[in-house]
C-alpha cells in the first residue's frame, strides 16, 4: 500500500541492533563453540572437553583449565568491546591472541542463556555469574545477580543453552541435532590436531562415547591417527617451509600418493586460528591431481604463521577466510613444496622398483 509520504525514522531499541549483530556472528552453534575453543586456547588451557546436547541448541559446555577470569572482571565480562587481549589500536598489528573484539561473549549472552563458572589461581573459591543481554542477572527471580562463590577448580565452564530462544529465525533455519553435532565435531577435531599440548574431549550428553577424545602428550600424528585413523596417519608426509622476506613460516603434514578419498580433508590454520581459503584450496587440489587418480583427494594439514602485520586482521568475524600480504608468493612456495616432496617418494619408489 501507497504511503502518502514518508515514515518518521526512529532509532532502533540498542537490545534489538545487539541481537541484530549477535546473529549475524554466530548463525549456527558451532560458531559460538569455536570462539569458546579459541577463548580456552587463549587462557593457556592444557585440557579443554566441551558436552553438547541437541546440536548445541538445548546445551553447550566447555571446561577448560585456563587461568580463569578475575571475579571483579565478571561484571563487564560480557558487554561488547570487552577484552583482556587488545589495548590499543596499534596493538591489533602485533596481537598474538586469537581473539580481539571482546565480542564473542556478548554476542552469546544476547542469543543464549549464558552462565561462567571460573576460578583464578589465586582466588579461594570458584565464582559462578549468569548473564542475558551483555549483563549479570539472577540465576533465579529475587536473587541477587552479583557473581556466587561456588567450590571449583582452576579454569573456567562457560555454559551455553538454549541457543537463538529469542531468535525464531534462527531457530527454523536450524537444520538437524546430528548435522550440527557433525559440524561441532569437525571443528573440535581440528583444533585438537593443531593444540599440541592440549587434550581434547568432546561428547553428546548420555553418550558413554566420545566423539572425539586426546590425550595432552600426543604428537600430531598421534593427534590425526586418533581422529582421522590409521590409514591417513600411516602415509603422512611432514612439510616446513619458510621465508623472511615473505614473513611467513608453514608446517604441516600432507598425505602422500599412496592416499587417496573421495573428498578432501584441508585443515588449515592461519596463526593457530581455524580458517578457511579457497585460494589455499583450490591450489593444493590441483597440486596433487598430477600425483592421484582422476577424482581422488589428499588430506592436508597447514600451520601458517604469518607476521600479524601482514594479516587483515580486521576483518569482520563472520567472515571465515582470511586475506594476507603476498598471498600468491606464499601460496606457492607452499604448494612447490608439496610438489617437491611427492615427487621425491614417486622417484624413490620406482627407484626400488627397478632395483
Ligand atoms: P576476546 O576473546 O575477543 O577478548 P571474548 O568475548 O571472547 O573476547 O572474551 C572476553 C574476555 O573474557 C577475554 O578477553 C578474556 O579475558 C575473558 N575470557 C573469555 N573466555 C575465557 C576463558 N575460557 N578463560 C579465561 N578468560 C576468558
Ligand atoms: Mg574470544
Known amino acids: ?147 556466587k562463590p561456588v567450590a571449583g577448580k582452576q579454569g573456567t565452564q562457560i555454559t551455553v543453552e538454549d541457543l537463538f530462544y529469542n531468535v525464531p529465525s534462527r531457530r527454523r533455519a536450524f537444520r538437524s541435532a546430528p548435522e550440527e553435532y557433525s559440524k561441532i565435531l569437525d571443528v573440535v ?3 585438537a590436531v593443531h593444540c599440541e599440548g592440549v587434550s581434547f574431549s568432546c561428547k553428546k550428553h548420555g553418550d558413554a562415547d566420545m566423539g572425539v577424545s586426546t590425550t595432552s602428550s600426543a604428537s600430531i600424528i598421534g593427534r590425526i591417527r586418533n581422529i582421522h585413523g590409521s590409514a591417513v596417519a600411516n602415509e603422512l608426509l611432514s612439510l616446513e617451509v619458510n621465508d ?22 584441508l585443515l588449515l590454520f592461519i596463526n593457530h586460528r581455524s580458517v578457511e581459503s579457497t585460494l589455499i584450496k583450490k591450489s593444493v587440489e590441483a597440486t596433487y591431481a598430477m ?5 581422488s583427494h589428499p588430506f592436508v594439514y597447514l600451520s601458517i604463521e604469518i607476521e600479524p602485520h601482514l594479516v587483515d586482521v580486521n576483518v569482520h568475524p563472520t567472515k571465515r577466510e582470511v586475506n594476507f600480504l603476498h598471498e600468491d608468493e606464499i601460496v606457492e612456495l607452499i604448494t612447490e613444496k608439496i610438489r617437491e616432496q611427492l615427487a621425491a617418494v614417486d622417484t624413490s619408489r620406482s627407484f626400488l622398483t627397478q632395483t
Open 189 to 191: 577435531g581440528r583444533y
Open 1 to 147: 500500500e501507497a504511503l502518502s509520504g514518508p515514515r518518521r525514522i526512529k532509532a532502533l531499541d540498542q537490545n534489538v541492533v545487539n541481537k541484530i549483530a549477535a546473529g549475524e556472528i554466530i548463525v549456527a552453534p558451532v560458531h559460538a563453540l569455536k570462539e569458546l575453543i579459541e577463548n580456552s586456547v587463549d587462557a593457556g588451557s592444557t585440557s579443554i572437553d566441551v558436552l553438547v546436547k541437541d546440536g548445541g541448541l538445548k546445551l553447550l559446555q566447555i571446561t577448560d583449565n585456563g587461568h580463569g577470569i578475575n571475579k571483579d572482571d565478571m561484571t563487564i565480562l560480557c558487554e561488547r568491546f570487552t577484552t583482556s587481549k587488545l589495548q590499543q589500536f596499534e596493538d591489533l598489528t602485533s596481537i598474538g591472541t586469537y581473539g580481539f573484539r571482546g565480542e564473542a561473549l556478548a554476542s552469546i549472552s544476547h542469543i543464549a542463556h549464558l552462565t561462567v563458572t571460573t576460578k583464578t589461581k589465586d582466588s579461594s573459591c570458584a565464582w559462578r555469574a549468569v548473564y542475558s543481554d551483555g549483563k549479570l542477572v539472577p540465576s533465579k527471580p529475587g536473587m541477587s545477580a552479583d557473581p
Open 244 to 265: 623472511k622476506h615473505l614473513g611467513f613460516k608453514a608446517t604441516g603434514m600432507v598425505s602422500n600418493a599412496n592416499y587417496n578419498v573421495k573428498k578432501m580433508t
Open 291 to 295: 600425483f592421484l587418480p582422476k577424482g
